[in-house]
């Protein structure tokens, strides 16, 4: 109900899960990093050339490109956030993917609002670097935890399943 899923520790099946996590989550990053990348590029060129430096025309066209790159990164990469954040919700409490969620999809509305109604600001730069930013945050403590868990379970290979007692009187084996 929290949003674990329960299983048991089965060794084939266990690194196989890790592996497809990691497979997934190396997607979503390089999905939010080519976005990311593709919009910065579009919306340095608004901001070096400052207020009426650029011809509302290609200004336009640039928010569209940035619109049509930034969709994937929203609704693909930044899906995890959604899925938890919903998670958190019906649990009742309120998680860090719920203000992260609600960050992302209001960036995005409103920059779309932006470029459809011809006025006002976008932040479809800023929507796909924050994504970026913490898929990557994501992706390395991804890796951390995926080493703990490899150490933990090296550790335990190691410790014998049983052990004798010697005392003065006898031997009981435990």
Same mark, same amino acid.
């Given at each position: 109900a929290i949003g674990y899923r329960p299983h048991l520790p089965l060794a084939g099946a266990e690194a196989a899960g890790r592996q497809n996590e990691r497979r997934n +989550?190396?997607?979503r990053l390089g999905v939010a990093g080519l976005g990311m990348m593709q919009v910065m590029m579009y919306a340095i060129a608004v901001y070096l050339a400052g207020e009426g430096g650029i011809e509302p025309a290609y200004e336009k066209l640039?928010?569209?490109a940035s619109l049509a790159m930034t969709t994937p990164v929203v609704f693909y990469s930044a899906a995890v956030f959604y899925r938890n954040a919903w998670r958190d919700i019906k649990a009742g409490q309120a998680g860090?993917?719920?203000p992260v969620?609600? +960050?992302i999809l209001a960036g995005f509305c409103g920059s779309l609002v932006g470029v459809g109604s011809q006025s006002g600001e976008v932040y479809f730069d800023s929507?796909?670097?924050f994504t970026f930013l913490l898929l990557i945050g994501r992706f390395?403590?991804?890796n951390v935890r995926r080493k703990y868990f490899d150490d933990i379970n090296l550790s335990n290979t190691f410790v014998p399943t049983s052990a004798r007692l010697?005392?003065?009187k006898e031997l009981v084996n435990i």
């Amino acid at each position: 109900a929290i949003g674990y899923r329960p299983h048991l520790p089965l060794a084939g099946a266990e690194a196989a899960g890790r592996q497809n996590e990691r497979r997934n +989550a190396l997607k979503r990053l390089g999905v939010a990093g080519l976005g990311m990348m593709q919009v910065m590029m579009y919306a340095i060129a608004v901001y070096l050339a400052g207020e009426g430096g650029i011809e509302p025309a290609y200004e336009k066209l640039m928010q569209w490109a940035s619109l049509a790159m930034t969709t994937p990164v929203v609704f693909y990469s930044a899906a995890v956030f959604y899925r938890n954040a919903w998670r958190d919700i019906k649990a009742g409490q309120a998680g860090m993917d719920v203000p992260v969620s609600i +960050a992302i999809l209001a960036g995005f509305c409103g920059s779309l609002v932006g470029v459809g109604s011809q006025s006002g600001e976008v932040y479809f730069d800023s929507v796909c670097m924050f994504t970026f930013l913490l898929l990557i945050g994501r992706f390395i403590e991804l890796n951390v935890r995926r080493k703990y868990f490899d150490d933990i379970n090296l550790s335990n290979t190691f410790v014998p399943t049983s052990a004798r007692l010697e005392t003065s009187k006898e031997l009981v084996n435990i």
